[in-house]
């Protein structure tokens, strides 16, 4: 849920949506507070990125950068967002199967414990008769008592 929240706060935010294209400070030079640690490990070709970027189509029409980069970016981290509602939806499905089956097993586990108290019960009663039984037999061929 944290992370939906967070998309949809950046997609109703042009302002920080500009701040997350990348690839454009990358190419103004503009430097982050972890780009001095970054960049010893990764230190990609400026020109050809610039390159790349001024050659979209968009870029020779009359449209902004920001704005552009602002769309691509919200395209992008939309799609991202229609995939994270979709996981989630399908996660509380699988919750709620996973709940239901869970009570599924524990009514079956129920069913047999209660299956299981009447046999020790008719044992027990089947047991008192039989002990009965015996004494009654006894006591009538003088082998118990008088």
């Known amino acids: 849920m944290l992370v939906r929240d967070d998309l949809e706060q950046l997609l109703e935010d042009d ?8 690839s454009r400070k990358l ?3 503009v430097s982050s507070p972890l780009s001095g640690q ?3 490990y990764w230190s990609p070709d400026t020109s050809s990125i610039h390159s790349k970027l001024l050659s979209k189509p968009s870029r020779i029409c009359g449209i902004t950068h920001e704005e552009t980069d602002v769309e691509e970016l919200e395209m992008l981290l939309e799609a991202n967002f229609v995939q994270i509602e979709s996981t989630m939806n399908k996660l509380t499905t699988l919750r709620e199967y996973i709940d239901d089956t869970e009570d599924y097993i524990n009514i079956q586990l129920d069913n047999h414990r209660n299956q299981l108290i009447q046999v020790v019960i008719l044992a027990g009663i089947a047991s008192a008769s039989v002990f009965l039984s015996i004494i009654t037999y ?7 008592g008088s």
């Open 27 to 29: 190419v103004a030079g």
């Open 138 to 144: 006894a006591r009538h061929k003088g082998l118990v």
């Open 15 to 22: 302002g920080d949506m500009a701040d997350l294209y990348l």
């Open 38 to 40: 970054v960049a010893p």
